[in-house]
């Protein structure tokens, strides 16, 4: 057991080194208000008067006191090389390496010294601890930590945060499970008002690490004594309370030794508490204590190799992700742009080694953009966006020119056909924006061993970053080029014979077939005698016009407004063809006669069918929209359409639509293959090439392997770590079973 207080010494000795948190070392916490005595609790169990003394606050930054117990015979703290072999007592500071001192007041200076260059001489306090050893053959070995007192106003040059400091750096060392809280208070004060004991239930609230300390008890006003907070009846604390009594500043002043006090200290409790006495003083209190850190090691022990352990493995993981230094700088180089190439293929082509799990990334999220993004925005233009009925139906008109139509004409068709086509551009040009931001994007997921790589060197990353940004950006244009040429060829020649084009093309014959043409027909048949010649005239484009230059009534609705809101005088063309087949066919010569009245302008008028006499006298609908004289009202009035024009109508749509979903699924199939062979296919093949081309360049290896500062500071710092965690495992492995038990 007694081996056991050592071997955290030498633990507390190794990361003190590295300045190491993390793992949380058994030790006794010394906590109480200001000049309740704590420093004198230690003295008295050191022996020497080693401290700085004083009024107000004078521990101002956490004292880590090793006792260690060295007997004459012990060869392993005594050394002829350091002059310690027959000193009965000597001292030993961490930051002044293998420096020992005898003298207790060169001792104390040097803690005043210490603590003024960290925390500076206006009264402040630094968390930065100092480390002492005293070794002693009058000592029981202990591990303790003097920490500044609990305040509550600032004095002086003292910041003005000054309590919240000293609190959260007494929580700093007390929230350590694996100390011991040693909670100081003064007789003379009422336990009640006790911070330390305040603060020490706060953390540890069932008390079994807290061992309170009750000072000054020869200070406590005449008839009052300390039986009842001794036995615990005031504030009971699982570890007991022990009762001390301390050196006044008026024996500091007069040097009283140590020694002398301890004696007087057992007098005036054999004198004014003899049933406690043995249960209360300066020894008992090490004993105490001694035996409770020693138990508290056993406890901890296990579950602190555990830790060193796993500490090791964690920073063993961590060092080799900051890689080794770099011997061979051109080596280095080409392993650092193969494996970056190598990433950025693996990712693209889905067989990188960690699989994104929380996100489409690399290869994957191109396919979502060719077969989501990019086909679902496809499949989402409709082949007749845009288009109305009055669209196509005055395209019509417009191909034929002057001339009336017999047939619906091929040109119309073409025209409105490419009109639709052209949409399809602009999605396309957009789907090779997102794959080109996705491949740029790619830089930064292609794996976590390169990336560290990266971080390690920032120059060698920006000019990576750089070069691949180049290569994507040079591809770009291409690729463009590509993709409009794709779309330019569907508009170059619209092939009607398409195979799958001309199905619907040959059955657009059955559509123009109209039962009032059959019906006529039949009738014609029937009267042979009464018909005309066989050749009949054509239903022709006839001009009104008024004889003040005004546009007739009956024309009014199909005149086409001018940008100026119309002149009046202008000549408009009425085209009202039907079909060719109702003009070839011969007139009825009673109809003829019956159809035949005078036009408005007293021009003469050809004649029709009798079926096509009542839509000869309707207004047509002009190309153009008529002027809306209500704006507020949002539905446009027209006429409604003939049958010759509804069917014209339907023949362009129904022509539109197959022929525009032929090349929407031939776009939607060669978009994606000229991206992939333009742009994504590229850059996987000559990736490589092109980083070692632009960057294994003997005058630039220097600079790009220039590590990042932060980086070998933080390698040091896991080095450093590292072996201090192999140290401490090394030195727990030692302890045997049979020392703990």
Request: proline letters at 6%; glycine letters at 6%; hydrophobic letters at 35%.
């Amino acid at each position: 057991m007694e081996s056991l207080i050592p071997v955290i010494n030498k633990l507390q000795d190794v990361f003190n080194t590295v300045g190491a948190d993390a793992i949380q070392l058994p030790q006794i916490v010394i906590v109480g208000s200001q000049s309740s005595g704590k420093s004198s609790v230690i003295e008295s169990l050191v022996g020497r008067s080693i401290l700085p003394r004083g009024t107000g606050i004078v521990t101002r930054r956490p004292l880590i006191l090793q006792l260690i117990y060295t007997p004459k015979d012990d060869r392993v703290h005594r050394s002829a090389e350091k002059g310690t072999i027959d000193l009965e007592e000597w001292a030993e500071f961490l930051h002044t390496k293998n420096k020992v001192f005898t003298d207790w007041d060169e001792v104390r200076q040097e803690i005043e010294k210490e603590t003024d260059r960290m925390a500076g001489s206006n009264k402040g306090i630094c968390p930065e601890p100092i480390s002492l050893k005293f070794y002693s053959t009058a000592v029981l070995s202990l591990t303790m930590v003097d920490l500044p007192g609990l305040t509550k106003v600032a004095i002086g040059d003292q910041p003005e945060d000054i309590e919240l400091q000293i609190r959260d750096l007494i929580l700093k060392f007390i929230q350590n499970p694996n100390s011991i809280i040693l909670a100081v208070s003064p007789a003379n004060m009422d336990m009640a008002t006790s911070e330390s004991l305040k603060i020490a239930r706060d953390i540890d609230p069932d008390g079994r690490r807290t061992l309170a300390v009750v000072t000054k008890l020869d200070l406590m006003d005449a008839g009052t004594d300390a039986i009842d907070i001794l036995c615990g009846r005031v504030i009971p604390v699982k570890l007991g309370i022990i009762g001390v009594i301390n050196r006044s500043q008026q024996d500091i002043i007069d040097k009283k030794d140590i020694k002398d006090a301890i004696k007087d200290e057992a007098s005036f409790l054999q004198r004014k508490y003899p049933t406690l006495a043995t249960r209360n003083g300066t020894p008992y209190l090490a004993k105490t204590l001694n035996r409770l850190l020693m138990h508290h090691i056993r406890d901890c022990l296990p579950e602190l190799k555990t830790r060193v352990n796993v500490m090791a493995s964690q920073f063993q993981t961590l060092l080799n992700s900051y890689g080794q230094d770099v011997v061979d700088k051109n080596t280095t180089l080409l392993q650092i742009i193969t494996k970056f190439a190598s990433s950025y293929v693996a990712t693209l082509d889905g067989t990188a080694r960690n699989i994104e799990t929380s996100e489409l990334c690399g290869g994957a999220r191109i396919c979502y953009i060719f077969h989501e993004t990019f086909g679902r925005t496809l499949d989402s233009i409709h082949p007749l966006t845009g288009l109305t009925s009055m669209d196509i139906l005055t395209a019509i008109r417009n191909a034929n020119g002057p001339r009336p139509a017999l047939f619906v004409p091929e040109v119309s068709f073409e025209l409105l056909v490419k009109r639709q086509i052209r949409r399809l551009e602009e999605p396309s040009l957009r789907c090779v924006e997102l794959v080109h931001e996705e491949m740029q994007r790619i830089i930064q997921h292609c794996g976590n061993e390169v990336q560290q790589e990266m971080l390690r060197f920032p120059k060698l990353h920006e000019k990576i970053i750089d070069v691949v940004t180049n290569l994507l950006r040079s591809r770009l244009p291409p690729t463009n080029v590509m993709v409009e040429n794709i779309v330019a060829i569907e508009l170059a020649y619209i092939n009607t014979k398409h195979p799958d084009f001309y199905k619907d093309a040959a059955m657009i014959g059955s559509m123009l077939k109209s039962p009032d043409l059959e019906s006529d027909t039949k009738m014609l048949r029937q009267k042979p005698s009464e018909g005309r010649s066989s050749r009949a005239r054509p239903h022709s484009v006839h001009f009104t016009q008024q004889p003040n230059g005004d546009i007739g009534d009956s024309d009014k609705e199909n005149s086409v407004p001018k940008s100026g809101g119309g002149r009046t005088g202008s000549r408009e063309n009425v085209i009202n063809a039907s079909t060719w087949l109702t003009n070839i066919l011969p007139t009825p010569k009673g109809e003829e006669e019956q159809s035949r009245e005078p036009s408005p302008g007293g021009t003469p008028q050809h004649k029709s069918l009798n079926y096509v006499q009542e839509q000869e006298n309707q207004p047509v609908i002009s190309p153009v929209k008529p002027v809306n004289l209500l704006p507020e009202i949002p539905v446009q009035s027209g006429r409604k359409l003939n049958d010759r024009e509804q069917r014209d109508c339907e023949v362009i749509e129904r022509l539109i639509k197959s022929y525009f979903y032929i090349v929407r699924k031939s776009i939607q199939d060669c978009v994606p293959k000229s991206v992939m062979h333009f742009l994504v296919n590229y850059v996987k093949d000559n990736l490589q090439s092109e980083l070692v081309s632009s960057l294994y360049k003997q005058e630039q290896i220097d600079l790009l392997l220039s590590e990042s500062e932060h980086i070998g500071q933080r390698r040091k710092e896991a080095a450093e770590m590292l072996d201090a965690l192999q140290k401490a495992s090394q030195i727990i492995s030692e302890i045997r079973e049979t020392h703990v038990w």
